[in-house]
């Protein structure tokens, strides 16, 4: 159905969206936040992409030690334990963040300017915490870029995480607008549900360990939001694929808006 309301807010999630943050950063910071804490665990690329399977990074430990290190024995207080991993897990993000080794995707910056200069409102919706989207925004776009954003709807601000969506359904509320009026990002199949849920219209592109998932329902899934000298692929949607365009801008998320 098309869509009858005006397109007038873009929302992002943040890992393996704006930036490819899971394996050269995050897999890497609970990896040093391990050795820190003087356990033996790694998790390699093939194991982070099984881990991935749950969103959030306190869930995610917790997953880990059910599903695949079942002989760890863990302290009295759990939950205790596993905060504080990922409170140095995320001390150790920044840190790699602050040094500049994880870059936004292509055709994120550019897409971020375009949609502010055109009047469209911008929000974050992410499981990931407010301390790990300040320090991309920062790293990548300067001090001032979260001021881009109306709305940073991240980490805990609501119980249930993403493949709910709880989030989206918080960060309209905050927003003061309807899923008729925006558009949201995605890069995974928990995400995809999370915006579908929230009856918002959701563009897909995808990353290594998200290529193989099941999109169906996503208005468009590509390899990337692309650039002039850099065309995205068209990898699957409910949208036709037969349009003009070798990179995503505001003209063409408005004609896939109204689709």
Same mark, same amino acid.
């Given at each position: 159905m098309?869509?009858?309301?005006?397109?007038?807010?873009?929302?992002?999630?943040?890992?393996g969206t704006l930036a490819d943050t899971e394996k050269e950063g995050h897999r890497v910071a609970f990896n040093q936040a391990f050795s820190d804490a003087g356990l033996d665990w790694n998790w390699d690329e093939a194991l982070y992409g099984?881990?991935?399977?749950?969103?959030?990074?306190?869930?995610?430990i917790k997953f880990y030690l059910a599903e695949f290190n079942k002989q760890f024995r863990a302290p009295a207080d759990l939950d205790k334990f596993v905060k504080g991993l990922h409170l140095a897990k995320t001390d150790r993000y920044m840190q790699l963040m602050a040094e500049g080794k994880i870059p936004l995707r292509p055709g994120v910056e550019?897409?971020?300017? #375009?949609?502010?200069?055109? *009047? @469209?409102?911008? +929000?974050?919706?992410?499981?990931?915490?407010?301390?790990n989207v300040t320090a991309l925004l920062k790293s990548t776009l300067g001090r001032d870029a979260i001021k881009w954003f109306d709305v940073i709807a991240?980490?805990?601000?609501?119980?249930?995480?993403?493949?709910a969506p709880d989030i989206y359904i918080w960060a309209?509320?905050?927003?003061?607008?309807?899923?008729?009026?925006?558009?949201?990002? #995605?890069?995974?199949?928990? *995400? @995809?549900?999370? +915006?579908?849920?929230s009856r918002l219209k959701t563009l897909i592109t995808i990353n290594d360990y998200t290529a193989h998932?099941?999109?169906?329902?996503?208005?468009?899934?590509?390899?990337?939001l692309g650039e002039p000298l850099k065309p995205f692929k068209v990898l699957g949607g409910k949208v036709s694929s037969n349009v003009n365009a070798t990179y995503v801008d505001v003209s063409l998320l408005r004609y896939l808006h109204q689709a």
């Open positions: 098309a869509s009858t309301a005006n397109l007038s807010a873009l929302l992002f999630d943040v890992d099984k881990l991935l399977k749950v969103t959030g990074g306190k869930e995610r550019r897409l971020l300017d #375009e949609a502010l200069s055109e *009047g @469209l409102r911008l +929000a974050i919706v992410t499981t990931t915490t407010p301390e991240a980490g805990d601000i609501v119980p249930a995480k993403k493949p309209m509320a905050q927003m003061k607008i309807n899923p008729s009026e925006a558009m949201a990002f #995605e890069d995974s199949r928990n *995400g @995809l549900k999370s +915006a579908l849920d998932e099941d999109f169906t329902g996503a208005a468009w899934v590509l390899d990337q």
